[in-house]
């Protein structure tokens, strides 16, 4: 693992974990896997929160094209959805 790079590149994010040497011991190897562990668990949380927020967005723009749509069959004289 001598000069390993990781990087994991969003639209508004850089995550990179390096490191300079092999891990001499085991808790050096451990709070290695940590930090890779915490850097994978961020991206995946903020890509979560992304996905969520893109979610939301797109129901708000269906709910103000319905009203758009009964705005506009209101003011055609259409009452109701034919079906």
């Known amino acids: 693992m001598v000069d390993?790079?990781?990087?994991?590149?969003?639209?508004?994010?850089?995550?990179t974990t390096a490191t300079t040497s092999d891990p001499k011991n085991v808790q050096e190897l451990t709070q290695y896997?940590?930090?890779?562990?915490q850097s994978i668990q961020d991206k995946f949380q903020n890509m979560s929160d992304q996905i969520l927020s893109r979610i939301d967005e797109?129901?708000?723009?269906?709910d103000d094209l319905e009203?758009?749509?009964g705005d506009l069959m209101t003011?055609?004289?259409?009452?109701?959805?034919?079906k």
Do not use: C, F
Request: glycine share 10%; hydrophobic share 30%.
């Open 4 to 15: 390993e790079k990781i990087d994991m590149n969003n639209d508004s994010e850089s995550y």
């Open 33 to 37: 896997v940590q930090n890779l562990l």
């Open 58 to 62: 797109m129901g708000n723009r269906i």
């Open 67 to 69: 009203k758009n749509i």
């Open 75 to 82: 003011q055609a004289g259409v009452e109701g959805s034919e």
